[in-house]
């Protein structure tokens, strides 16, 4: 059951990216068909800034996100020494190199992991999951955490945030371009008649919509990812309770002040509560706790 839904969770992903990737080059279609009359060059110039953001957001990941959430590193397990041992061993349990631990001064418990690769990882908690954690239950936010570096979710969401960005930047160029006139001229458009404008029109659309698009795409992929990390998480420890318990306090709790809006998808749960309850969920950052802790009952 536990591997089942480890390889399920690992090919919705596959799907996702295929996914996000093809709405930029959409995106980049649509402004070469509006402003170039060439579907190619657009898609070009889409794929290029694409894979430009990827590696610049990729190279410095791991301290952008820290900054942006005013997360303190710590250095040795006299720190915190319960905190520091809990991670050193979870990574030894998963195989990776151990990541570097900061402490997000906050009175809501929650915790992410971030980074480029297992190389390059980094892992933060709240002081708020400190106070209220017993080690069973930080043990099992850890694993969680560990569990997304041992996957590369950190790289995974790393892109999807580089992707999300020219996705924006692609849309902000078409509408300053269209509010300034840029493009063809009304004769041309006349001349190519009827297929023109139904392209025209669905060009214009593709930027209006295209950033509601990848912010469903992306909070998609992050939803796959919570419940990959915690079956993955329970194969570290053999635990499911302490994270279900661990879940349980952290939902029910306040909203947390330090954390950034663009990173909320990097936390194991919404720092901000502001999950979904109409159904839908397709804007939820995390799938419902509700059914993640029914997800671990399960195994």
Known sequence: ML???????????????????????????ALGYLFMRNLISGIVVAAVLAIIYMAIMIGNSTNVVMQMNHATEIHNAQQYPDLWHIVEDMALVARVPMPRVFIVADDSPNAFATG??????????????????????????????????????????????????????????????LWWGAGRSRDDDREEGAGNIIGLIVSILLLVLGPLAAS????????????????????????????????????????????????????????????????????????????????????
Do not use: C, W
Not at 221 to 241: F, H, I, K, M, W
Not at 265 to 290: Q, V
């Open 3 to 29: 591997f089942e839904q480890i390889q399920q969770n690992k090919r919705k992903t596959v799907f996702v990216m295929v996914g996000f990737f093809a709405l930029v080059l959409v995106i980049g279609a």
């Open 116 to 177: 480029n690769d297992p190389e390059h990882a980094a892992v933060a908690v709240t002081t708020g999951i400190m106070a209220r954690l017993n080690r069973e239950e930080l043990e099992g936010v850890i694993a969680h955490e560990v569990s997304h570096i041992r996957n590369y979710d950190i790289r995974l969401q790393t892109i999807a945030l580089a992707l999300s960005a020219v996705i924006s930047m692609l849309v902000n160029i078409g509408s300053n371009m």
């Open 216 to 299: 469903i795409a992306q909070m998609a992929l992050s939803r796959n990812r919570e419940y990959l990390a915690d079956a993955a998480g329970v194969e570290l420890t053999r635990n499911p309770q302490g994270l279900i318990n661990a879940l349980l306090k952290i939902t029910d709790s306040e909203p947390m002040q330090t954390a950034d809006p663009s990173s909320a998808a990097l936390y194991i749960a919404d720092p901000f509560k502001g999950l979904s309850r109409s159904g839908a969920h397709l804007f939820d950052s995390h799938p419902p706790i509700e059914a993640r802790v029914a997800k671990l009952k399960a195994m």
